[in-house]
């Protein structure tokens, strides 16, 4: 049985990827829990560090997975320890590796699981089944090339067009740009879904949007931590 909890507010998480936009206090859960809502691995550095606490009350074997998006199975980072004990309230640092034959040019993205397998429980007494519950969390892992400036609003740099009853947007940056599925067309000619709730480097979406005149787009951006910014409007280019 495997169930899924956020660790901060606001988190932008997918699986790998939905939009959840969740309270200004910090989630409780039990589990193993990183200290950050996402894992920026920056080129020039080489490695990045994450501090992970055992918050459930037992000690818990910490098993951490990296994950590939569809778009990009690429191996560039590792991470080590990929298992660790961790006794119950203590923290272990979790170290993440680049291992690129060549220069970044782009943010790439991949993704991390934190799972907290419990370890050392009383057994079930006779006669009554025991069901073992993990917490995981799934957090992006963000890979930052070197000399790249850090960019606190990538989504306006993104380009939206419409032709016969396509809305497409392009992001012609090397930043990831993340934001939130659903965007309305302005003035008054529907909403229409995005597949997914990141936008990668040098990519295009096209998707069927309902009939109709439209001037600009709104959408719900996320900034690179996963936290909600106000709505943003982009003119649509015909």
Known sequence: MTMFSSVTRHLFHSGIGAFALLLTAHAQADGMVPNTSVVIVNEADGEASVSVTNTDANLALMHVTLEDIAEDSESLVFVTPPLARVEAGKTQLVRFILQTDKP???QRL???????IPQGKAPAEAGQARVGVTVRQNLP???HPKGLAPNRTPWTDLQWSLKDGQLTVRNDTPYVVRLGQEVQLLPAAGNAMLPKT???PGEHISIKVPEGAATQVRFQPATVYGFAVPHYEAPIQS
């Open 141 to 143: 892992v963000i890979l």
């Open 104 to 106: 970044l040019l782009t």
């Open 198 to 200: 990141y936008v990668l």
């Open 110 to 116: 991949k993704r991390v699981i934190f799972e907290g």
